[in-house]
């Protein structure tokens, strides 16, 4: 990196985290002398997996408080690498760089494509999912998160399998069967779920990424149709990369606010 592109000395980079591209960002730049960072996690996994450097577990109390965060903690860069759906917090750091002006970045993994052979339905969020899933299965594979079980509860003619990393709250659907689990998923792992539970419909959010494609590709050559999810809106105007790499690269072409 030239003097003109790199870090300054004392960047300090809060990582709105929560993701696998957060938590590889936080290795990146730890192994980085001229960085500082701090990776902040909303709290809702029980034990989850810590990155490198600084970490901060919790709400901030909306955009407000994040600005505030920001600013008593000499914050010269912000890297929104949640979810692609976490809608809020997304939102809440786009209104932290109203407030502060400190430069923000969204790290964002592109959506999945449908491919030959996939028969794919799409979803406007889990109420529309919920109103179109009778109709197209009746042994389920959930793979949209504990938090949203809720909205598939009344399905009472629906068997569940649900997977999720903490077990998830009532209420839920009343014939189901959770499986405690963490990605990345191998394909081989994902076949023998499907054809041992006898799933005929998988249900997800268009998470993109690799660690959880496998059951879309088991998906398809067993037969299986997929409801997907599509993402919720994210704030206009903020920049966005791909990948971890090119979230490097804005960080060094990208100085602090002045
Ligand atoms: N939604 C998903 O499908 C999903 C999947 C995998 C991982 N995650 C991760 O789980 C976390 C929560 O997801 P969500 O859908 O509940 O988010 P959300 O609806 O966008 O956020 C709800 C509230 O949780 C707090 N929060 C969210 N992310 C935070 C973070 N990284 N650090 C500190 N506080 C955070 C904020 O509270 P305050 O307003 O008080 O600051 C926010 O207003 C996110 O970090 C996300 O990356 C979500």
Redesign the pocket.
Known sequence: MSAESGPRPGSHVLI????TEARQLAQSLAAEPSYRVTS???G?VASPVLPPGGTRV?????AA??AGWIACNDVTHVVDA??P?????SF?AAGARALTGVPLLALRRPGWTPRPGDAWTFADGLEEAARLLPDLGSRAFLTT?R?GLHTFAHLTGTWFLVRSVDPPAAPAPPHLEVLLARGPFTLADERALLARHRIDLLVT?DSGGTATAPKLTAAREAGVPVLVVRRPPVPQGVPEAATVAAALRWLGATGPAR
Do not use: P
Request: hydrophobic letters at 30%; glycine letters at 30%; aromatic letters at 8%.
């Open positions: 709105l985290g929560g993701t902040s996690l909303a809702r919790g709400g901030f109390g909306g408080g994040l949640t979810h759906f976490a809608e809020r917090m809440n998160g938090t959010k």
